[in-house]
């Protein structure tokens, strides 16, 4: 088992955009969802977007409308485009690999307002 390894984070301003990866190469990726979750300080860590293994999605309410999730699986490769960021996005952006049940490290993702 191999955990996931996010990248693409960074800072942007508010209204901006910034694109996460996650490689999982620890699974079957093709077979099995893919998320991602976020966790701001002092906060819980909350789901923000989930994919299934043929292709469907769904958000949180914060997110829908601005995030996509989407995945590559000849790449075990799964993505979040962020897009009309905002402050509370701020947060640490961590990937599951729900094969494997293996968290990724997380990756920063800062807003300024």
């Known amino acids: 088992q191999v955990q996931p390894v996010e990248s693409g984070g960074g800072l942007a301003q508010a209204g901006g955009s910034l694109r996460l990866s996650c490689v999982a190469s620890?699974?079957?990726?093709?077979?099995?969802?893919m998320g991602w979750y976020r966790q701001a300080p002092g906060k819980q860590r909350e789901f923000v977007a989930v994919?299934?293994?043929?292709?469907?999605?769904n958000y949180a309410d914060s997110v829908k409308g601005r995030f996509t999730i989407s995945r590559d699986n000849a790449k075990n490769t799964v993505y979040l485009q962020m897009d009309n960021l905002k402050p509370e996005d701020t947060a640490v952006y961590y990937c599951?690999?729900?094969?494997?049940?293996?968290w990724g490290q997380g990756t920063q993702v800062t807003v300024s307002s």
């Open positions: 599951k690999d729900f094969t494997t049940n293996l």
């Open positions: 620890g699974s079957i990726f093709g077979i099995d969802a």
């Open positions: 994919i299934g293994s043929a292709g469907g999605t």
